[in-house]
């Protein structure tokens, strides 16, 4: 009998291993606190720009953009990162053939903002809860998160089935962390903003990942359209919306989408199946049993 070789037990497993127990886990240090000045630097204007937020779930003393891509050089890097690649497909692939991006968008909350009324973005699909994980939230620190300043609030062992749980869990606890760490956590995870109590401003990126069966929050072929995002290197265009997910969803003339970041379209159009294997199988018994009604005549 041949001996088994188990796979060597790696980061990624680790964090994996406190994301499906707590329903988050924060890693210390996943990008240097250079790139994280660097991206919040280039976002600096846009935040000057910006209006404060409308309606208490967003928050009045808050203010958010989107389109991250566009707005800095360095998103992407974020975005990509492998460790948070590894971990969403970890934990997203049982019900999903590929993830797809949800949102990016920054964060800057400003002193006497209160705190956010306790959610799970897993709501804003209408799919049965407790049993499917629909996203992954990474939040990345660009300023210091503290108590005081606003740092986001989560609810350990609020996933999962927990969703289901008539009562709010009475144990949350504020994630501090400098720039440059991250906090991941599961889209069935109690969360919220903390309540800025400082004088500081505390400015953070929300990148979110989701079943890429699903219609995201962030409409990505608005956010970034072809001429935009024929730019970005094939894996990044890929996760922003620009493959299709089997059976032949988020199709173009029943095509990958990927065919409009060509340097032009084909001169004849054909639309091309794109089905999981069990449904092709399906097809091909199908016709095969047409065929052996057919020879038998």
Not at 82 to 87: A, D, F, K, M, W
Not at 223 to 240: D, K
Request: charged fraction near 20%.
């Amino acid at each position: 009998m041949a001996t088994q070789i188990e796979r060597p037990f790696s980061a990624a497993d680790h964090w994996q291993a406190k994301l499906q127990m707590h329903g988050y886990c924060v890693v210390p240090d996943l990008v240097s606190p250079a790139q994280a000045a660097a991206l919040e630097a280039d976002l600096a204007p846009q935040f000057a720009m910006t209006d404060f937020c409308r309606g208490d779930f967003y928050g009045q003393h808050t203010k958010r953009f989107g389109r991250l891509l566009t707005r800095s050089k360095h998103a992407a890097a974020f975005v990509q990162h492998p460790l948070v690649l590894e971990l969403v497909e970890g934990a997203l692939g049982p019900w999903c053939d590929t993830i797809q991006l949800n949102l990016t968008q920054a964060i800057e909350i400003h002193p006497g903002a209160p705190q956010q009324v306790p959610h799970r973005d897993q709501d804003m699909w209408e799919g049965v809860k407790g049993e499917v994980e629909y996203l992954v939230n990474v939040m990345w620190a660009l300023t210091p998160y503290t108590q005081e300043n606003g740092a986001t609030l989560v609810y350990p062992g609020s996933h999962g089935a927990h969703a289901l749980d008539a009562e709010e869990p009475a144990n949350k606890l504020a994630v501090e962390m400098p720039p440059g760490s991250a906090l991941i956590f599961l889209g069935s995870t109690l969360h919220g903003a903390g309540g800025n109590r400082s004088d500081a401003i505390r400015r953070g990126m929300i990148v979110s990942y989701a079943l890429g069966w699903l219609k995201p929050y962030e409409n990505q072929w608005l956010a970034y359209p072809p001429e935009v995002a024929r730019h970005f290197p094939p894996e990044l265009a890929a996760l922003v919306g620009y493959r299709q997910h089997r059976p032949n969803l988020g199709n173009w003339e029943g095509l990958c989408p990927s065919v409009l970041l060509g340097e032009r379209l084909p001169d004849r159009i054909g639309a091309i199946d794109a089905l999981r294997p069990d449904q092709a199988e399906m097809v091909a018994a199908f016709r095969r049993s047409l065929d052996d009604t057919d020879g038998s005549r």
